[in-house]
């Protein structure tokens, strides 16, 4: 058997033993310092012989290639090759401790015992040389000392000077309009720019390009769609100064305008409508943020704003949709999470690092043109952004969370929240105090009750109808039944009397009565069992920063102990009171649905959450289990590593589902244990129509115990007793309660030390309200007629909220949480901790410190800041790009030191001034600007050979460019001019049409029509696993990065689809019905208006009649015939003026 | 033939168009046409002009093929004596035998399991490499970092790559050709793709039967009918470039029609096996009791006529019908043997063919898939995902035969000595294809991009 690798690694040690040269001169060192008596452990004779015959040939030939001054590459930032380099270590830390072989990284690297660290990678050393590297450690990793030992100075980041070197990062040049030679040219600003660079060079700038160019040209640019014949003729004929300024004021106001400029836009954030992976699960209405994008184009939201609203639209005070109310901001949001997200990571931190690695490098492209991305594994090789800086954006994400968002109806929920807050809070007091009234005539009188529900149930019957003991039977019937309960609940505020009524009825004698209630537990609070570290919130003492929910659910904040419950009707206002302080459900919303929405997949889809969602603050899970004190059925996702997919067959652990517990508080658990170590919150919300309330969360190992025991204060008025009886006890028990319901209607319960105790027993006596005080007696009528207004007042507004909302994907913020720097990229090697803040190089070292959420709105106002050189910029330097075909820096998503330079600064900075200052940020403006120029204008044929020669990327723009229409724009054309366009706008992706060649896991059971209903390109569903096949052969970005400018590629498939796919010959055939009738000569005039907005030439018209002649006489039909004339039709698809504009 | 491409206009124009400024380096110095697909000299001398990529989707077991472990069975359904990972289920159970035996075969004696009886037959001419690792014990991740050296999704395909660097030498066909054999694997036809490279370079799907590529019928009933109408076309193309101007992009788009037309011949003319003789097919499967052998057997036949006629790789993706691919996370006897029965002897038979006809040596076929399987139970009878030490092997193209490289421990489990990572593999591909992996580069996203990220070694050791 060959196995010639191993027997030569075997050589090649044995070689390398055998042909190390021993070192002279460290035998006169190690002479030296023996003299010297200078003899630490680690240059003693033996050690220094063991180190140079066992050791040091092991890490020359094993570490050095990599590892030493002389590597080609340092590889984690380790040198081996002295002591001291061993001792400072590389990215992970020292490698070795001297003394402590199971702390020593090299040791632990050697033996492979940690999968993440092996070395050396390829191939483990022999058993004998692990066994001496241990022993040469344990001996405190003796090393002779050596003269002019190498130490490789690592090349030093330093930001500032990369930040001065590059002109990105500079402020905007205040360069003054240039003067020009030939002054007749220029009709702005942007003229002068260019031609000043041209007149630089000796060239002159291409003539005019003709009208019929000129409205196809800036049709296509602006709306994507070309002028109709009407419309050509009219820009044609008309001779007014203003007729091309007329036309683009309409381009610029059509609808069609945000569509064409919006897929720009959607090619940044690599807009796709399902998740990829493995089963491209759908991202549930995705197309939301893509009619938002439309919407704002067409809106003309200023960019600043726009992406303001990508960075914190859900913190910001929202930009209301005019026509529905709705929250527009909160949409843009929505872009991060256009990604990927994988189900069932095994590692499922690595799995979070991709992700946001995705989102930042997408951040950074889109809205700075820096690549940030790069900075992920180290500080950035070239640009002025340190791996800090990367991990310091990161932090702002790993603090913001995932929701579907209810924005339609979110905005109108906080003003009706505030507003039942408000009618509440006004009723409150009134409410409180009418209550006790009517407890108050029951309790007075319940010592007797008691007791005659006592004897009842003894079989025994009390006279009834006397005086002071005014007691009915329906009355007793009332209280024994209670009395029945009481007796197996401890809870229960009567349950020390039913027992020892009990007791007595057995026989028992009063002193054995007396031993029950002194044996009686007294209660506890719940956090008293539970070290502060333990308790990931506690909603009885939470900060405000703590208190996070998407919606109004759980009101404004938790409710406290001795807090009112309200109710929704007059026959019982109050549900209860508050028994201890928690996160508690608003009856008022109970109503919410997602109807008309798509939801997610797998199982955290099939919860409904919006505005529902109570959030914790984040914590690390350390026990293993987290400990949730809930009432009423409920929901818990707990988010580790903002992992989302949930679908198994990894990571069911993170939802967890329980049932109502009998509606008194109770402990569930969600076992974690897979989880130690990362980052975890949880969000709760609640199963159904359930009264749900969460109280506190905590990490333990063991089930807390239930903290919910015996009145503590039934059970001190009761040991206060002297002479225990039933009668005792039941006078006792009066006492209590009616102290307990004067405290409750003069609402002096909250905010007591106490409050907890006194809560249980106003909460019972609310609770209890027929018991005290029966439906139809005087005082419930009385009580309802008191609380009609409030009643009256909380069902209109609770009339005004909308249940069912459409909802999109968008940001929710969470607490803030620093990411650590890691090392080389990998989770498994975190390092230290970077406060969150914006790129260095813009902001500066010293941020104002984020104090509480995510700080994604800081951060927003820190790019949109006109300080900052880049964010306005970029978006200047892309609309020259999509609308000359070259960006002024050609590398649009780049604007660093591998990106290429301005090729007209001054122009740039220009234009980027005007926009910040005088345009308003605003996109249609800036558009307007630059499509006026003559610049633009200009033809783009090659007329004149030398500035080709001079400038042959046409970087001066000496003529216009000639540009290839995209896919998307190619296909509407056809339909366009085909006359089945329909453009009707936004709403649900068409489905993608499925050919069978788009195969594989998470395929579609249906496919889209062929045609795509004619709906235009940017409403054609986008899956990425299955992507239209057309769409892909002309360059649409596969949808994985921020692509600001397409390839632009040339592949057979391109001329295939256009030759020969059903989808163009079915477009052809349907243009000839579109047709007018006429002769041969008009019809193909016409259909040359269509298509390329100019009647033919004498030639075309020439061929075109020749080629319906012969081709009707191939078919044997007549020349009108719609197959000769469809053939035609296709024909002309196929001609290279309908892709490209010139 | 017409000029593929229309030559005297420099590739100037065109770079400008495309990504940054490293690409267009790239090929203008490779040939003074701007046709992407142009042939480029390598960076050295290659031992290998093509690629033939065997995709063994959802992860073969190492320890029931070639790398066999005689203590799994002798302690099988005792707890696994090795500390485990955690993996994709789970759901891990004790130390699993292998229910097949291995016998030694050829000069060089190296063991095959029973499952590959025809494979063995070649085993000298294998380089079995035994200490392959990846980075993810999921499929789609997996998938996508074997096939394009990054986890995530939309990075370019190591054919692209290939076609990036070297061309194409067919000017009928793409140069990277993916024979779907049924099973497109997790992450979809994103493993084909061309990622950030241009769409030049993306593979082009051939599915069995008639209608093997999208829109390469004509639909005209006639070739004549069709024939009248391209004419038409052209003559007002000329039109369009006298009023447009001789530009670049415009010669190209005219060009490329060229190509199109040429393929919609080539295309029927690589799918008509009539040519080819009775033994030739009975040696490739064709009779073989099982359709998917047959399956498998016409698109290893395919291969080699792509080999023939210059494209450059060849990647064929496994039939279905054996459970779900080679991913036996239960019933993993009754999975592997008929995973194992498609495959084994079209892939003998390929090998045999290339051999025979001279065209092995430049050849180089790899065998794979994204990981390998436990050598512990999930559940009862199956294996579940293994990163961290499988099988892979390769064939021809300056391979040298009869080679084992590497080690697992005594379970198979782990990789003990000669770890290979991907980014080793796609290096040693490139190498044998004579192009320098840390010099086969594209501009994006501010970085030059490579196949390798910033990794990779070659495996020297089993080189020719």
Known sequence: MANSASSSSVAMKIGARATRPRHAAICVLLAVSLIAGYARASESADGNEFFEKRIRPVLSEQCYKCHSAGAEKLKGGLMADSRESLLKGGDTGAAIVPGDVENSLLIGAVRWSDKDLQMPPKHRLSPEQVADLESWVKSGAPWPAETGAKTAVKKGFDLERRKQEHWCWQPLLKAAVPEVKDGAWPTCAIDRFVLSRLEEKGLKPAGNADRRTLIRRVSFDLIGLPPTPEEVEAFVKDSAPDAFEKVVDRLLASPQFGERWGRHWLDLVRYAETRGHEFDADIPNAWQYRDYVIRALNSD?????????????????????????????????????????????????????????????????????????????????????????????????????????????????????????????????????????????????????????????????????????????????????????????????????????????????????????????????????????????????????????????????????????????????????????????????????????????????????????????????????LWYLVKGAGRAYAVVNSHLLVNGPLHGALLREWNDGGGRWHWVEQNLADYVGHRVHVEFSPAGESDFAVAMVVQAKERPALPDEPNVLVTAASQKIAEPSPEALAAATQRVLVAACDRLGADQIVGKDDAEDWAKLADWLVRKLDLFCPQDSPERRHLAEACQDLITHQAELAGQIRTDSHTAPAMSDGSGADEFVLVRGQSKSPGAQVPRRFLEAIAGPDQPVITSGSGRLELARRVVDPSNPLTARVIVNRIWYHLLGRGIVPTVDNFGVLGEAPSNRELLDYLTARFIREQGWSIKKAIREIVLSRTYQMSSEPSDAHAEQVDPQNALLHRMNLRRLEGEIIRDEILAVSGQINLEMGGPSVPVHLTSFMEGRGRPSHSGPLDGNGRRSIYQEIRRNFLSPMMLAFDMPIPFNAMGRRNLSNVPAQALILMNDPFVIGQAKAWVHRLKPANTGERITQMYELAFCSPPSDAELADGTAFVREQAALYRKPESDETVWADYAHVLFNVKEFIYLN | MLARCASGFGAIALTALLGDKAFGEVVSSGSDRHDPLAPKAPHFPAKARHVIFLYMDGGPSQVDTFDPKPRLNAEHGKPFAMKKEPTQFNDNGNTLGCPWSFKNYGQSGIPVSDLFPNVAQCVDDLAIIRSMTSEFSEHTSANFFLHTGSGLQGRPSMGAWAGYGLGSENADLPGFIVLNGGLIPPGGLDNFNSGFLPASYQGSIFKNGANAVANVTPTEASAELQNHKLALMRKLDRGVVSRFGKLDALESAIANYELAYRMQSAVPELMDLRGESAATKEFYGFNAPLPQTQTFGAQCLLARRLVERGVRFIELTCPAGAGDRWDQHGNLKEGHEKNARFVDQPIAGLLKDLKSRGLLESTLVVWGGEFGRTPFAQGKDGRDHNPFGFTMWMAGGGVKGGTIFGATDDYGYKVVENKVSIHDLHATMLHLLGIDHTKLTFRFSGRDMRLTDVYGEVMKEILV
């Open chain 1, 301 to 625: 939201v200023p960019y600043n704003q726009f992406a303001l609203e990508h960075f914190a639209g859900d913190l910001m005070t929202p930009r209301l949709n005019p026509k529905t109310g709705a929250d527009e901001s909160i949409l843009g949001t929505g872009f991060w999470f256009l990604g990927e997200e994988v189900h069932s990571p095994v590692d499922i931190r690595q799995d979070e690092a991709d992700r946001m690695d995705n989102r930042i490098d997408v951040m950074g492209k889109a809205f700075l043109g820096l690549t940030v991305g790069c900075a992920r594994c180290h500080d950035h090789k070239f640009d002025a952004i340190s791996q800090r800086d990367y991990y310091a954006l990161t932090g702002f994400l790993i603090s913001s969370g995932y929701r579907q968002a209810r924005f339609e109806t979110l905005v109108a929920d906080r003003e009706i929240s505030r507003q039942l807050e408000k009618v509440r809070g006004d009723a409150r007091t009134k409410v409180l105090r009418e209550m006790a009234q009517a407890l108050r005539p029951g309790i007075g009188n319940s010592a007797n009750d008691l007791m005659a529900a006592a004897a009842s149930l003894q079989g025994k019957h009390l006279p009834v109808g006397s005086a002071e003991t005014p007691v009915n039977s329906e009355t007793v019937e009332r209280w024994a039944s209670e009395l029945k309960a009481a007796a197996s609940d401890p809870q229960n505020p009567l349950h020390l009397f039913a027992t020892v009524a009990n007791a007595t009825k057995g026989g028992q004698s009063g002193t054995q009565s007396l031993e029950t209630i002194k044996a009686a537990p007294s209660s506890q609070k719940a956090t008293a069992g539970f070290a502060p570290e333990q308790i990931v919130v506690n909603y009885a003492e939470c900060e405000v920063k703590n208190w996070m929910q998407d919606g109004f659910s759980y009101g404004s904040q938790p409710l406290r102990a001795g807090e009112p419950v309200f109710g929704n009707t007059t026959g019982q206002p109050l549900l209860g009171i508050e028994t201890r302080g928690a996160a508690v459900r608003d009856l008022a919303w109970k109503g919410l649905d997602v109807r008309c929405a798509e939801h997610d997949f797998g199982n955290l889809g099939k919860w409904d959450r919006g505005e529902k969602t109570l959030r914790t603050p984040e914590t690390v899970v350390t026990a293993g289990r």
